[in-house]
């Protein structure tokens, strides 16, 4: 991962600067913004708000890390209020298990776990990749590897700032701005105001065992039905990933325990009985911000990954095409032969990402928060490779295209915001957060942005 310094914290296109900046780091989607504010502070988060409408300007959008699949933090003729810079986190309460951190919106995971670690050995329950922001990743849900314990991110907010269309800026809480309190976790990001602010909830898990396990491609059917049948029902303190590409597949997890009870698990999931592995990792008593770091590196030693830098460079950025479902029923065997077989077709590269729900989501009532999915069973995200300029006729596009109409009878018709996709059409509302929550997120909007400055093509609508 590159880093850079800009020069300049007003982006225009004339700006040497504009092609970086002027888009995120999935800028498969082109987008022409008016300007781009690379803001240090929340005071310049309300002054570029307030410019930008002096300016004749009404679309403001909210950038954290970059990292929308469709690139909705930057949209044509708009400014983009980028606050990678407001990344601080401070533990601001310890009572030894738990605790609380403030931490500057714009804060990118990798830098959240380090810090959170570093005063005080706390550990956060948000995903896997150390460059995702924290504002758009906490706006959409949030998925990690003690999931199946923790909930996702969103679940463990206890307070947000906003910056509003007007200026104001305002605290939302359990006490206070309720129902925008209640939005902002997972529901509808960038289409309220700007947050600036999270308070989280902190927790410790000292126990933590992590292995890799990859198979070859032969049994791969086997393996799917055995992960499925397992790991969706399995101890909340274990969560897993299983990665299937056509050339294999891989089980990724994180125990809270030890390796010996782990292995009994795994063991009992039929797996490894099923033969064809090709390479096995395991790390017992990583400690949790090992565990982050060995997501991305199979070793609890390479917590330098987590180092993550404010602004990434013109190399980070990537140009593949997600997709996500959730299943609330286990896949007969005609949806796995649908899963394995389209991707035995799929071009140079294709994968498909299962993540085990269960535990703690089943507990949680649909709408606690406007991340709905709490009583499916499993998530599966997809993804093609794509070059970019490509768009919807390149055949990896009509490939992924055919794969999820393939997916489409053994799935509940509900979508991950955090993974989102505009092929979805109008009904994006209530497949990212039901029709209930979705009513709800709607008829908060117009109480915070009666206006509609906040928007992107998948924004809650204002009616
Ligand atoms: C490599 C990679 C790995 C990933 N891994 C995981 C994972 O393990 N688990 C998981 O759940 N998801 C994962 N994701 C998805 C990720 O959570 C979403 O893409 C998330 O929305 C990215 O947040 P961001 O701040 O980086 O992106 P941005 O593009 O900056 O923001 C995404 C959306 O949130 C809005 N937004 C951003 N900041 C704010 C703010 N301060 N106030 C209001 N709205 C805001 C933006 O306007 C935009 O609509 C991954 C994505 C990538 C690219």
């Known amino acids: 991962m590159g880093s850079v310094l800009p020069s300049a914290d007003y982006i225009t296109p004339t700006h040497g600067d504009y092609a970086l900046f002027s888009v995120g780091q999935r800028p498969r989607v082109p987008r022409h913004p008016t300007g781009v504010v690379l803001a240090q502070n929340e005071a310049q988060v309300v002054k570029s708000v307030l410019c930008a409408q002096k300016a004749g300007i009404n679309h403001v959008v909210p950038r954290a890390g970059g990292h929308s699949y469709e690139d909705f933090s930057s949209q044509d003729n708009a400014i983009v209020v980028d606050i990678a810079a407001i990344n601080y986190v401070t533990v601001t309460a310890n009572n030894g298990d738990t605790g609380l951190a403030k931490v500057g919106a714009g804060a990118r995971l990798g830098k959240v776990y ?27 849900g949030g998925y990690g590897m003690v999931a199946r314990q923790f909930g996702v991110a969103a679940d463990r907010v206890v307070s947000i700032r906003m910056v509003l269309y007007n200026g104001t800026i305002v605290v939302a809480n359990s006490t206070q701005h309720q129902d925008l309190y209640w939005a902002v976790r997972g529901g509808g990001s960038g289409s309220f105001g700007i947050i600036t602010e999270f308070v989280i909830s902190v927790f410790k898990t000292t126990q933590n065992a992590m292995f890799k396990i990859a198979f070859d491609h032969t049994k791969q059917k086997e393996l799917l039905a055995a992960w499925m049948r397992y790991f969706p029902s399995s101890d909340a303190r274990l969560t897993t990933q299983y990665n299937v590409d056509k050339h294999g597949s ?33 790390s017992d008593n990583c400690n949790s911000v090992g565990a982050k770091a060995f997501m991305w590196t199979s070793s609890c030693d390479r917590v330098d990954i987590l180092n993550v830098p404010t602004y990434l460079s013109q190399n980070d950025k990537e140009y593949s095409k997600s997709k996500s479902d959730y299943g609330s029923v286990l896949l007969p065997q005609a949806g796995i032969d649908a899963v394995v077989d389209g991707l035995a077709n799929s071009p140079d590269w294709a994968w498909i990402q299962f993540e085990a729900l269960g535990g703690v ?20 995200q997809y993804a093609v490779s794509m070059q970019k300029g490509q768009d919807r006729t390149a055949p990896n596009y009509q490939w992924i295209l055919n794969y999820e109409q393939s997916l489409k009878p053994f799935v509940n018709g509900q979508h991950y915001q955090n993974y989102c996709d505009m092929d979805i059409g109008p009904n994006y509302g209530v497949a990212y957060w039901g029709q209930e929550n979705f009513d709800r997120l709607k008829k908060i909007k117009p109480r915070y942005d009666p206006h509609n400055i906040f928007r992107s093509e998948q924004s809650v609508p204002l009616q």
């Open 114 to 140: 380090s810090d959170i670690f570093n005063q005080g050995g706390f550990n956060f329950n948000g995903g896997t990749c150390p460059t995702v922001g924290i504002g758009g990743h906490v706006s959409g």
């Open 250 to 282: 891989t089980l990724v997890g994180q125990f809270l325990g030890t390796k010996d009870q782990v292995q009994k698990m795994i063991q009992d999931s039929g797996m490894l009985s099923l033969g064809g592995i090709k390479e096995q990792t395991w």
């Open 361 to 380: 989501f089943a507990t949680i009532p649909t709408n606690a928060t406007p991340y709905v999915h709490r009583d499916a069973l499993f998530s599966m």
